[in-house]
């Protein structure tokens, strides 16, 4: 099949053209760096697949004039889907496959490293000695031996995640609609969401965002937090207030926070604006804090992950193309 691979860096190509070889080659690539919109879509034309990044946006103007264009099948080199209109997609018939598993330990991985650099201010230490400054007022951190952290959304990601701070001698607090068996294993206790909060030291989102989630952690819910508690999220940006998170954290309330997505990152992530204005006042904000620690949607960023992400798109055109259906379709 043609592919038009929207949102390409240099890595996606390098990823997806190695599982290609591997698979025999079949496949044909359009490379395009433009994120998908209804205005890019057009560059689709006469390609009978268009491969998504989180950051495409599926939106119902843009699959019209991908399915004019001659695109059957969306391959999406994700495990998130909020960006697509699904229901359009149906009534296009457009196919929909995802990445629902590539590699839960690169994210439950990345997000211990924040929480560490976080907590014992490494981000802050590398500054300063690299200008010959040895003073450790500032650096004050704590032990994450015995302290509590929360895990929302428990699934494969959380999973590893709890996985991992138990083996600081954390005690885990999970919520999730569905208990993992995995976790209880590991001792963890399930709470309804605003009875975890303010018993957490450390509070992790590792949740999709659906219309349940979005904003789940809202000004409310962050007064129920331990005051000078830890927030970190790795999952999708949406699923905090930014602007309510600002506020906490000026009232003092929220100690630290650690992000790898923020809601509207779609103006930011995954490009290199060094040399520009950032116009977004919100993340501009963000970055003024000591207490806050931003990566660029990097959790997932692995080798094999990459590998992974690659091998599952390329089975779900490969399947889609055999049999009409992918390999792992969108749920519902």
Known sequence: MRIAV???K???RRFLEAANAAAGGTHAFAWIEARLDAATARLAEGAEAACLFVNDRADAEALRVLAAGGVRLLALRSAGFNHVDLPEAKRLGLAV????????????????????????KIHRAYARVREGNFALEGLLGFDLHGRTVGVIGTGQIGAVFARIMAGFGCRLLGYDPHPNPACLALGMEYRELDALLPEADIVSL?????????????AARLLRMKPGAMLVNTSRGAI???AAVVESLKAGHLGHLGLDVYEEEEKLFF??????????????????????LITGHQAFFTEEAMRAIAETTLANVDSFARAGAVKHPVPG
């Open 6 to 8: 929207f949102s390409t």
């Open 97 to 120: 496959g995802r990445v629902p598993a590539y590699s839960p330990e690169a994210v439950a991985e990345h997000t211990a490293a924040l929480i560490l650099a976080l907590n014992r």
């Open 271 to 292: 490009e290199d604006l060094s040399g520009t204005v950032i116009e977004d006042d919100v993340f501009a904000r963000l970055l003024t804090f000591p207490n806050v």
């Open 10 to 12: 240099p890595y996606d």
């Open 206 to 218: 590792h949740c999709p965002l659906t219309p349940a989630t979005r904003h789940l952690i809202n």
């Open 240 to 242: 905090l207030d930014t």
